[in-house]
């Protein structure tokens, strides 16, 4: 008897979740079901192999959505975020287990006792961050309690970056998932953290003025800035009594910086339409947000505005995005400030087919043990094939993958919403992990608890 596997979504993540679960499709029995609105864009081995149907689906047919999950034992959604409480709601009226890399919003967290009660297993925040990075933070958290320790630290980083190699712009940075994200990142709610016991709180226009530095061994120097709230997972992880909880994200030193000047300008928002955007030349737009003067040019308008001179690396960043430029025009119509600059910063920061990403993640967990205080440092790298099989869907993806199969075998059969940090989720998880080459490094240093030097001005 074949276990049946419904993936809704087909975008950038499912590379290698897709080619994972096939390769253990004749072994394992597996039937496996893609629906997405564009099917025929999935790779010819994909839509070719014999455990694989492929059929077009518009979620919002609710009709043909059921039919699909009624046939099948697992659902994986690798839709945006706001559609899985609609499959999520299914596979309970259903009785399917429900698989997503995805934030447990408050809508899918209030059917967690109605999942419980029909003995479901709805994994969420399997993916990379989240997902590795709760898995690999638990596996250290959950070792330093056995011997006896107490948390006393805990901060983590983790970035989408471009792999050294082709790491070819001023930026040193292209998109290598969702670039809408990285646009409005930050926005919607002041950054909340936790250090050596006061709270600290870091409003959107500061946010990217005020970075951490760190160091990846092999891999040179980085910056983060806080993610919006630190200190969502104090309870899940345990950490109610630590002194310093930290979440940030991770880039290239320089790159927060530069992109403050977007923050200032205006330019990140995504609150309004422009009316008229359409046609509008890359020169017009940024125009938009500068003082008229009948005399001075936009650059020169722009140099004032910002305070920064001619020769200044600042200044080189935005030329290279050819803001300035007369005749290249944005296709959209009526669109917000942000969708106008995505537009403009794809043009640059596209990754070409065969470029590579790179996925940075770093922990760093402080604690005390017999009297003695201790630290260690734990950092995984892992790069991308090409501009299909990027690091982002290898780390996204085969979490994803090996943890429905491992609900589908009933190795993880812990009912309700939740997200993987039982040792019964991610023991296995890590242990499979590290044989597609995602494995963390640690490295035991003297303990420094909070660092000022660490923090930018």
Not at 94 to 113: F, I, P, R
Not at 319 to 344: C, G, R, W, Y
Not at 379 to 396: C, H, L, P, R, S
Not at 397 to 417: D, M, Q, R, S, Y
């Amino acid at each position: 008897m074949s276990h049946k596997i419904l993936v809704l979504g087909t975008g950038k993540s499912t590379s290698y979740l897709l080619d994972y679960l096939l390769a253990k499709a004749s072994t394992e029995q597996l039937l496996i079901t893609i629906a997405d609105l564009h099917p025929d864009k999935l790779p010819k081995h994909v839509k070719n192999h014999q455990h694989a149907i492929t059929v077009t689906l518009d979620i919002k047919d609710a009709d043909k959505r059921l039919k699909l999950i009624q046939d099948c034992t697992i659902v994986i959604s690798m839709l945006p975020a706001f559609l899985h409480i609609i499959v999520a709601k299914d596979c309970l009226s259903e009785g399917k287990h429900l698989v997503t890399a995805s934030y447990v919003s408050d809508a899918l967290q209030q059917l967690d006792q109605k999942v419980k009660e029909k003995g479901l297993v709805f994994m969420n925040e399997i993916g990379l961050d989240p997902g590795i990075d709760h898995m690999s933070a638990m596996e250290v958290i959950d070792r330093i309690r056995a011997q006896g320790g107490q948390m006393l630290l805990f901060e983590s980083f983790c970035g989408g970056l471009v792999a050294p190699e082709h790491d070819t712009n001023l930026w040193n940075y292209k998109f290598t998932w969702n670039p809408r994200n990285v646009v409005v990142a930050g926005q919607g709610g002041t950054a909340k953290f936790i250090q050596e016991g006061t709270y600290k709180y870091i409003p959107y226009h500061k946010l990217f003025r005020r970075t951490e530095f760190l160091d990846v061994e092999g891999y040179g120097k980085f910056e983060a800035y806080a993610n919006r709230d630190s200190l969502k997972y104090r309870e899940a992880y345990g950490l109610q009594d630590v002194l310093t909880l930290y979440r940030g994200t991770m880039r290239r030193v320089g790159f927060s910086k530069a992109w403050h000047m977007f923050v200032q300008l205006g330019m990140t928002d995504d609150s309004y339409q422009i009316e008229n955007s359409q046609g509008m030349t890359f020169r017009e737009f940024t125009n938009l947000f500068l003082p008229y003067s009948p005399t001075d040019s936009v650059e020169l308008k722009l140099r004032y505005y910002l305070k920064i001179d001619q020769d200044d690396i600042m200044w080189e960043k935005l030329m290279e995005l050819d803001l300035f430029s007369s005749t290249k025009t944005i296709p959209l119509v009526n669109a917000t400030p942000a969708q106008i600059l995505q537009h403009i910063l794809e043009q640059s920061w596209t990754l070409a087919q065969n470029e590579k990403d790179m996925i940075v993640m770093y922990h760093k967990f402080g604690y005390e043990l017999n009297g003695q205080k201790y630290q260690i440092d734990a950092n995984m790298v892992v790069k991308g094939e090409d501009k299909t099989y990027t690091a982002m869907a290898k780390t996204v993806g085969l979490p994803v993958a090996i943890a429905t199969l491992k609900i589908l075998k009933g190795e993880i059969t812990t009912p309700g919403v939740q997200i993987p940090i039982a040792k019964e989720v991610y023991q296995p998880i890590l242990k499979e992990l590290e044989e597609h080459g995602i494995i963390f490094k640690e490295h035991h240093t003297p303990y420094l608890g909070y660092n000022p030097d660490s923090i930018a001005s």
